[in-house]
């Protein structure tokens, strides 16, 4: 029996093999905390943020979006407390130098001042602000310091004002972002869990004090069912509450939902009611007045209470990898064929959604592969392989999930039909060319995450 356990490794190496993620600037010896997504992996992460936006903005009328800079003015993060507050405690070992965050070391070790690694002695902890900082101008003078953005959210929340008045909202209505973050973390591990660039996707939702915690409720609720619909095991998720140790200097309560990655339950993404904590703040900074006017109420005046959803998007890559991750054993023949590695993606979010693939190169099959293929690709992202057994081109699919591949044979040829082969259940259909592209649509709308081993 093989082992078909799930282990970062494999992930890595699938990731890497099948051109998902590279190791960021490998040939000179890589960069820790940066990774590079290849030619999967971007359309993998595209069309995460793609679902997640359709989710967010196009199925909630009272929602919409902006891209704001990654560079804003200094003055947001001291609003926002980041200068102050963004800081994690830092040890490092005297003698093997190894560096770690206090709070993620036994407490023992840390009361003794010993080394969870090497036994030798940690220096004290310092506090150490997880913001990267740069220069704007030529001048490299304290005047010109700038950050580059730890979160997308307040780039929401400068612009709340913008937003508000120029497409009339109203509240409660919400803004939300994709975007990247930068955060200088001591400790980089877990492949793309944790890096110091990564992206974002929030959504800040403002509504009338004291309804928070109503619609901090909905927000939960809307987010759990986000992955149901995204086709995760929910068996694999569960939600963790801050308590009070944990809250953040802006949080009234918070909520993460946590995944099962193969090192644990991690955080996935945070629900939390941030309180009028960030227009308050944004208001006595800039002097300027983030008040909303509720012209339907008497013109009545208030700072709005804000329910965030922040969602890491190259973490939810991982997550995707993670739980689409199945070695199925598919024959009994006592050799490697025996075998496929599958990631069962949801084909909304899949990186190619239809290969073509033709039984012969001969006898005019590559042709009429390619003439099928041009048809298919003004609707979906196609692939095309003519190299190798069939067999094997399907593994190969299966390895990168995608979820339909359409094999021209010499049928196809005689009456214009062709199979359509679906990844999970390895069923093969035939159908007239002229109907793949509606038959994959629909199968598209009534996808059902299908039964694993693991
Ligand atoms: P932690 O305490 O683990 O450092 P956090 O609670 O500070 O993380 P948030 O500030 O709430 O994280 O960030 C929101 C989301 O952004 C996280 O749920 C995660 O998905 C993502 N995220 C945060 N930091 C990173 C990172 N360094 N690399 C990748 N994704 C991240």
Known sequence: MADTALTMDKIVSLAKRRGFVFQSSE??????????????????????ARFWWKEMTQLHDNIVGIDAAILMHPRVWHASGHVENFTDPLVDCKKCKARFRAD???????????????????????????????????VEDESG???????TAQGIYVNFKNVQQSNRMKIPFGIAQVGKAFRNEIVTKN??????????????????????????????????????????????????????????????????????????????????NRSDYDLSRHQQF???????????????????????????????????LCDAYEEQKVADKGNED??????????????????????????????????????????????YDQSGAIG????????????????IDYQTKEDGTVTLRDRDSMLQERL???????????????????????
């Open 27 to 48: 040939i000179y010896g890589g960069l820790s905390g940066a990774w590079d997504y290849g030619p999967q992996g971007v359309e993998l992460k595209n069309r995460i």
């Open 104 to 138: 993620q070391i036994p407490p023992e070790n840390l009361a003794a001042k010993k080394c969870p690694e090497c036994g030798g002695e940690l220096t004290e902890t310092r506090k150490f602000n997880l913001m990267f900082k740069t220069t704007l101008g030529p």
């Open 145 to 151: 310091i700038v950050y580059l953005r730890p979160e």
């Open 191 to 272: 492949f793309i869990f944790r890096t110091c660039e990564f992206e974002q996707m929030e959504m800040q939702f403002f509504v009338k004090p004291g309804t928070d915690m109503e619609w901090f409720e909905y927000w939960r609720e809307q987010r759990w069912n986000y992955y149901r619909k995204l086709g995760i095991d929910m068996d694999k998720l569960r939600w963790h509450q801050h308590g009070p140790d944990e809250l953040a200097h802006y949080a009234k309560v918070a909520y993460d939902i946590e995944f099962e990655f193969p090192m644990g339950f991690k955080e996935l993404e945070g629900v939390h």
């Open 286 to 320: 800039s002097g300027k007045d983030m008040q909303y006017i509720d012209q339907d109420n008497g013109n009545e005046r208030y700072i709005p209470n804000i329910i965030e959803t922040s969602a890491g998007l190259t973490r939810q890559l991982l997550m995707l």
């Open 338 to 383: 025996d075998w496929r590695t599958v990631l069962h993606f949801h084909p909304e979010v899949a990186p190619i959604t239809v290969a073509v693939l033709p039984l012969m190169k001969k006898d005019g099959l590559a042709e009429l592969a390619q003439d099928i293929r041009a048809e298919l690709k003004e609707d979906f992202v196609t692939d």
């Open 392 to 407: 094997r081109r399907y593994r190969r699919q299966d390895e990168v999930g995608t979820p339909f591949c359409v094999t």
């Open 432 to 454: 007239p060319r002229a109907r793949i592209s509606e038959y994959v649509r629909q199968k598209i709308k009534d996808y059902k995450r299908a039964e694993r081993n693991l």
